[in-house]
Structure formats: structure tokens, C-alpha cells
């Protein structure tokens, strides 16, 4: 497993150059520059600025500096937040991203896979029925729709939630969001695994157990839910996608200073390096964690073999 998973990560080098490559040639083809996006600044002040930020050397040459910065881990500075560099704007916005991403990720693993074994050993019951209702709304309310409806009734209405806004010490303040970014994902790992379970339980090796007068606790426990999990574990890739992706949108409605709102302002204002170094963060961590399901998956399936 070992040298599976060094083989790996080594193949991710040329996904996370290519990742980097297209997006900094996407970047700089986009109409507009850092510069252009404010006020008419005068020609010699632009030119300054630009020579400042090494803007003004060939887009070769710039395209290998910015490598070889990110290879000893610098993300260069921001265009916008002139007095705080990329890293420092990652640093101060990873944190709230971690405080609301991970919570809607366990909520979905926690919640859900529950909630999709339940809807599968009831199928066609009320206990079914309404869990997959429920979750066919969570799938289809989109996220922009769902955030403000929660604002009016928890917060303006109710008063038992900030409405926005962030807190470091306060961990009310993450509930909100966490709550919105989760609730899709729930509803997706709850469908994902109640079709799963239904597929294992109608299988020949279930029938067999049941035949042989196993206890329906042990046929479920011992022998249905592992290879239930399996699409659980394939899930885990997009549902990492799903959440930074939607921690872009959360962040802008409730107004967080998260890594996807630094992403948005930067890319409003043609921030290279922001964006950019966004853009690779992102890459890196999707990359991993579909690292991390493939080892997993090979982990509860016996069948697969790293090779």
C-alpha cells in the first residue's frame, strides 16, 4: 500500500502542473488586469506598478518565476490586499473554512449513512418515504436559496442565531454556515447509501446468510455493511468538491472571511496571485482526498490490490 500510495502522490505532480499551467495563461488571456479594474490610474503610475509586481517581464518568464516561488512555498502578494501577502490571506481564511467545512463533512457521514441504512432496511415505509422526501428537497434547494431562508427564520425571526458575520471565539457563529453547507451533502449520502444497502441486501451472498438462519443484526452488521460503504467511499471525492466549491457561495452570503470569499474579491479584481494560489490550494487538497477514498476503498474491498 505503501508504494501505491508514493506512486500516487508522484502522479499528482503533472495533474497539479497542469492545474497551475491553465490557470495562469487563463488568467492572464482574461480581459483586464490588476490594475484596470479601479479607477483610470495615470500611465506612469500604472507602469510603476506594474514593474513592481514583475508584470512587466514576458509572460514566460513570469509563468517560471511563479513556479519557482510556489516550490518554496511562497504565493507571492496580493494585488488587492496590498499590505498582506497570498499566505497570509490563506492563513487568516483557512481556519474558517476548516470551522464550517468540516462539520458539514462529518454531518454527512454521521447523519447521513444513517439515515440511508434506516430508509433501506424500511424500504417502502413511511421510514423510507420520508427520510428520501426530505432528502430530495436538501438535494434540490440550492444553497443561495436555502442560506436566506435559514437568515429570516433562525436569526431575524427567531433571534437564536448570528445572522452573519464571524467570531473566532464564538462557535455560534459557524452554525449557520455549517448548517447550509451541510445539508446537501447529507442528502446526497443518505440516497447514495440507501440505494447501495438496498443493492447489498438483495444480493446473493445475503440470501445465502439469511438461509443458513443468521440473525438478521449479524446478516446486516457483518455482512451487508461493509460492502455497502464502498460507494460511501467514492463519495468522499466529490463531496470534498461539493464543499469548497459551496463554501464560496456560504462565505459571500454570510459574509465570512474565508479563503472562497478572498477567492471571489480576487478574481472580481484580477488578483493573480490570489486566485492562483486559491486555485492551487484547492487542486492540492481534491487531489489528496481522492487519494485518500481510493486507499480507503482498497482498504474495505478485498478485491482490489494496490499495484
Do not use: C
Not at 206 to 219: D, S, Y
Amino acid at each position: 500500500m505503501a508504494r501505491y500510495t508514493a506512486r500516487r502522490l508522484l502522479g499528482a505532480i503533472p495533474t497539479m502542473l497542469v492545474i497551475i499551467t491553465l490557470s495562469f495563461f487563463l488568467l492572464r488571456a482574461a480581459p483586464g488586469g490588476p490594475f484596470e479594474m479601479q479607477r483610470a490610474l495615470p500611465p506612469q503610475v500604472k507602469l510603476n506598478l506594474e514593474r513592481m509586481y514583475h508584470l512587466n517581464l514576458p509572460l514566460w518568464r513570469q509563468y517560471l518565476d511563479y513556479l519557482g516561488n510556489i516550490l518554496h512555498g511562497n504565493f507571492g502578494p496580493s494585488f488587492v490586499y496590498r499590505s498582506i501577502t497570498v499566505n497570509q490571506l490563506i492563513g487568516q481564511g483557512f481556519p474558517v473554512d476548516i470551522a464550517i467545512g468540516v462539520p458539514a463533512l462529518l454531518g454527512a457521514l454521521l447523519l447521513g449513512i444513517p439515515l440511508g441504512i434506516v430508509s433501506a432496511l424500511k424500504q417502502n415505509s413511511w421510514l423510507d418515504y420520508f427520510p428520501m422526501a426530505v432528502a430530495m428537497a436538501g438535494i434540490s434547494i440550492p444553497t443561495f436559496v436555502l442560506a436566506p431562508v435559514m437568515i429570516l427564520v433562525l436569526a431575524v425571526m427567531l433571534h437564536w442565531l448570528p445572522a452573519g458575520g464571524w467570531s473566532a471565539g464564538d462557535p455560534l457563529y459557524a452554525i449557520l454556515p455549517a448548517v447550509a453547507l451541510g445539508l446537501p451533502l447529507i442528502a446526497y449520502a443518505a440516497r447514495v447509501m440507501r440505494g447501495s444497502m438496498i443493492e447489498v441486501l438483495n444480493s446473493p451472498y445475503i440470501r445465502t446468510a439469511r438461509a443458513k438462519g443468521l440473525p438478521e443484526r449479524t446478516v446486516i452488521l457483518r455482512h451487508a455493511l461493509r460492502p455497502a460503504m464502498l460507494p460511501m467511499v467514492s463519495f468522499l471525492g466529490p463531496a470534498v468538491v461539493n464543499t469548497i466549491t459551496g463554501s464560496i457561495v456560504v462565505e459571500e452570503i454570510f459574509g465570512l472571511p474565508g479563503i472562497g470569499r478572498f477567492f471571489v474579491n480576487g478574481a472580481m479584481n484580477r488578483d493573480y496571485t490570489l486566485v492562483m494560489g486559491v486555485t492551487v490550494l484547492y487542486g492540492l487538497l481534491i487531489v489528496l482526498f481522492n487519494l485518500v477514498a481510493d486507499v480507503l476503498y482498497g482498504i474495505l474491498d478485498p478485491r482490489v490490490r494496490f499495484q
